[in-house]
């Protein structure tokens, strides 16, 4: 079933994430690397208010839906009136904000910002819905209108002059379509009330650590745009932000797929048949996550000249370069925490584990950042990110082991490594070539060589499954 459904979201995602991997390409070429960072830091402010305000809604469904699929209305309905609050909230807040400021060109990003809150939250927690009603079809469409309404649009109104604001307005009509096109027909039948008040409890009581938990995290994986944009320039944050999410739109995307199909059979495994089966089935999920997220980093970390000249605008490049082998150790380290060993604190419902551990990760992160950038550069925040993510997964691996039984190293990991290893030594003599089809010739030339010790090495028992299905279909 794990592979099935990783097969179905990987899908899902995949349209959606390859048309956000171009984005960056296809921006980096329209915008300058000023115009980039302003887009890139209000990115990071709607992202931070949304996971600070919203988050806890989306977990605590992802949570809770399992044990009420017999009847979720009032579930749902509960959710609701959650988030209309909390987009009440949002919006005095954002009003508030516009008055207090003068320059005409931050309140025209506030007007922006506010509704793009707004309607990101809403779009995210109709796809959690769809997650949890393991219905990986309508989650790919709904993200893959989102995708393609965004960046046609976005390359549009930036021709049109429009500058930065053209990919954030673009973003924001590209989700508002997704929800009442594919999320609105979800919800029909639920209805907030201040009556379900009492149903918020648990909710909160749930929620809220991780909420605190997810802001530190994103301190941790955002407030280097912020101190660059601080300490340095505008341009310095759009090369940052340029080569930091060229490896993580990859990485990232390709680890959630798994997380997303994973985490609900978790969650179910542990509702009906008790922690033993949980365990083994996030041993399960670990390892395809170790086995998709080996050769991907150590391929950005070998090829990243090639990769960043083919994939990014001029002016980016000889910055971005320096960063993405550091950044793409810091996103895996980051993602095998997140989607692995952080849930064992989810799934013991001892949240509140996560905010120590990601607000020393934090800490961390802030302090390097100020001592590095000045010191290093760009470079400097990269190296700041990769260590506070050292931090949070040694954290997370010691803390997360005395509540839920997560296992460390087993034979198959070895092997993954083992695997990636030789995929390096075959790479290495061929790094020196540059060009979109030497390129190409790299990526599938490693992949044949990481593909075929997997199966040689019978990584995670892949010959018997291949076998067995031969002999199925005979």
């Known amino acids: 079933m794990l592979i099935r459904y990783t097969a179905y979201y990987g899908l899902a995602r995949g349209v959606p994430g390859l048309l956000n991997f171009l984005a960056i390409a296809i921006y980096t070429r329209l915008l300058s690397p000023s115009d980039y960072g302003i887009y890139a830091l209000v990115v990071v402010w709607v992202g931070l208010i949304n996971v600070v305000c919203f988050q806890w809604i989306r977990l605590s469904l992802l949570r809770f839906f399992p044990a009420h699929l017999d009847d979720p209305r009032r579930l749902l309905s509960t959710l609701l009136l959650a988030y209309t609050s909390v987009a009440s909230l949002t919006g005095g807040a954002g009003v508030a904000v516009w008055f207090a400021v003068a320059d005409e060109s931050l309140r025209t ?266 010191a290093f550069g760009l470079v400097g925040a990269a190296y700041a990110t990769l260590i506070a993510y050292g931090v949070a997964l040694a954290l997370s691996i010691l803390l997360g082991r005395r509540l839920f039984a997560i296992s460390l190293i087993t034979r198959d990991n070895l092997k993954v490594l083992l695997c990636g290893a030789i995929m390096v030594a075959c790479l290495w003599p061929l790094r020196e070539a540059s060009g979109t089809w030497a390129l190409v010739e790299q990526v599938l030339w490693g992949a044949a060589v990481y593909t075929v010790s997997v199966f040689l090495l019978n990584v995670a028992n892949v010959r018997g499954m291949v076998f067995a299905k031969r002999r199925t279909a005979k």
């Open 109 to 374: 990003l506030v007007l922006i910002a506010v509704p793009l809150i707004w309607v990101q939250a809403g779009f995210e927690l109709s796809l959690e819905l769809m997650r949890s009603q393991l219905n990986p079809l309508r989650y790919g469409l709904m993200a893959g209108t989102r995708a393609v309404i965004a960046l046609g649009l976005g390359m549009l109104l930036i021709t049109w002059g429009f500058g930065a604001l053209g990919p954030l307005l673009a973003m924001l009509l590209g989700m508002l379509v997704a929800v009442v096109m594919l999320g609105s027909s979800l919800w029909r039948g639920a209805r907030p009330s201040l009556s379900l008040c009492p149903d918020l409890k648990p909710l909160l009581a749930y929620g809220l650590p991780l909420t605190a938990t997810f802001a530190l995290g994103f301190v941790v994986s955002s407030s280097d745009r912020l101190l660059v944009a601080r300490l340095l320039s505008h341009d310095a944050v759009g090369i940052y932000t340029a080569g930091y999410d060229l490896v993580a739109q990859v990485i990232d995307m390709l680890l959630m797929t798994v997380n997303l199909a994973a985490y609900p059979l978790v969650v179910r495994a542990l509702e009906k048949n008790g922690r033993e089966a949980a365990r083994e089935q996030l041993d399960r999920n670990g390892g395809l996550l170790l086995m998709i997220a080996v050769p991907v980093t150590l391929g950005f970390i070998t090829l990243a000249p090639q990769i960043v000249s083919l994939m990014l605008g001029e002016s980016f490049r000889a910055g971005a370069t320096q960063l993405v082998p550091w950044v793409a150790v810091a996103i895996f380290m980051s993602c095998i925490r997140a989607f692995h060993f952080d849930l064992a604190f989810q799934l013991s419902e001892k949240t509140f584990y996560q905010v120590w551990i990601n607000g020393s990760a934090a800490v961390v992160n802030v302090a390097l950042n100020l001592m590095f950038i000045p």
